[in-house]
């Protein structure tokens, strides 16, 4: 099979063909010059009816390819979709370009969700903060680099990340995929995995790609199927497995062995899973090299609990996440590097254009007055955590829940130049006069260094 950069789906001004580029790299540069911000992607006409043209024509017609089974258009429908969702699409229009990537693609044609929204079963709307978390997981897996998400709630990441999982296993050979999270209820059929089994469900009953599962339980499949040949069984299926643990009692558990992806659930609850990191990292690389991806995405809960995830996010090169250009660090327009940030203002309905894009000035304008009655209408507390739940930036995102003596942004400031290690410090250098007096001097590193250096010199010579 070629590789991820070679032979893409490419709807090219009204004619569909394919897109190559010479290396991963060059690929990466490409996703790089599309990747902007919800608001700036300009979705149209075009663009909503190639993103989601399957799960409409399954709206109406009950099925997706109404070919006779088996038929040669029935092969090459499935087989063309098959292609799309293990490359994704390239859209064309003018000196336009978008790109959909596979799983997304995949997650608005084949993978329906519960829409809370008209309370009934339905394919996910076209949100372009969804668009962007699909590029930006894209370039990170492109750059060899993990991810790291603080989002709002109610974006759909655990469905989007369980598509992601069920994309790689119904298509790759032998991938090894796990899921995590600090409680077994976050990933269990109460959580994600039931996601997984709605997903499984639909496509053994409505596309072409039928998956067994052996096992099929709870937190372990793995895509095989027993069948007899001649008078032996064997075993066959592309054997790829996802398998869920939860970190209540050891942070290390089911690290070992090798991982494409590990996702990591509810990562803003996670208060070990800097170390549930560390110990995946042997597992996601080989020598030098970087061979699987950590994702960790969640909204933030108690402070005491997220202090990783704030970690991956402020400070991303020490987990090599993949930072991205923000400004979006605090209220005032600071500008710095940060992990994936989705704020309440990006896809907020209802405002939201026909074509998926964010009214980001209507959304922000809208937050204001919102915030403006929560301050009203709370205490201090419950105000400062209401609205940490609904950030527009990193800061309200982390701050204090707390009412306090002293002044929070203060020491947020303190905080960050201790961690930066920004304070200011001297060196003074220790001595007694022939009365016995303490003399301090103020001296450089340098000379510091070269006055111990010469005093044990000093201590050498005079005890041989």
Known sequence: MSEIYQDIPTYDNGTWTTTSFESRMDFSDFIFKLFKEPGEYNFNETTTKLFVSE???????????????????????????????????????????????RE???????????????????????????????????????????VAILKKRQIAS???????????????????????????????????WKFLQEYAAFLNEHTAWYRPMSPDKVM??????????GDRKTEVGLKGTIQGMSFEKDPTNGVGGPVKFFFHEEAGIAPKMD??????????????????????AGSVGDLSQCNPLKDMIQNPKSKDVYAVHTNLIDGKGTEGMSGLFIPEQWSMPPYIDEYGNSLVEESLKALDEQFIEWKDDL???????????????????????????????????????????EYGYEFLEMSTDAEGNLQLQKVTKVQLQNSLLERRQKIRQDVL
């Open 55 to 101: 799960s409409d024509n399954f709206r109406k017609n009950a099925v997706y390819c109404t070919a006779p089974f088996k038929s040669k258009d029935f092969v090459n429908y499935w087989d063309d979709q098959k292609i799309k969702c293990r490359k994704g699409i390239i859209i064309k229009e003018g000196a336009n370009n978008w790109f959909l990537a």
């Open 104 to 146: 997304y693609y995949m997650w608005l044609n084949f993978l329906p969700i519960f829409n809370k929204e008209i309370q009934q079963f339905g394919f996910a709307d076209i949100r372009d903060a969804q668009y962007h978390m699909a590029l930006y997981e894209l370039l990170a897996e492109l750059n060899y680099q993990h």
């Open 158 to 192: 655990s469905y989007y990340h369980m598509g992601k999982l069920i994309n790689q296993q119904w298509f790759e050979a032998g991938v090894t995929l796990k899921i995590g999270a600090s409680l077994k209820d976050y990933i269990n059929e109460k959580g994600s």
């Open 220 to 229: 372990m499949w793995q895509q095989k199927i027993e069948v007899r040949k």
């Open 275 to 296: 170390q549930t990191y560390e110990y995946m990292r042997p597992a996601m690389r080989s020598g030098l090299m970087t061979t699987g991806m950590f994702i960790a």
């Open 379 to 421: 205490s201090p507390e419950d105000y400062q955590l209401r609205i940490s739940q609904h950030p527009r930036n990193i800061k309200e995102a982390f701050d204090h829940r707390t009412v306090s003596v002293f002044p929070p942004h203060l020491l947020a400031a303190q905080d960050r130049r201790i961690e930066e290690k």
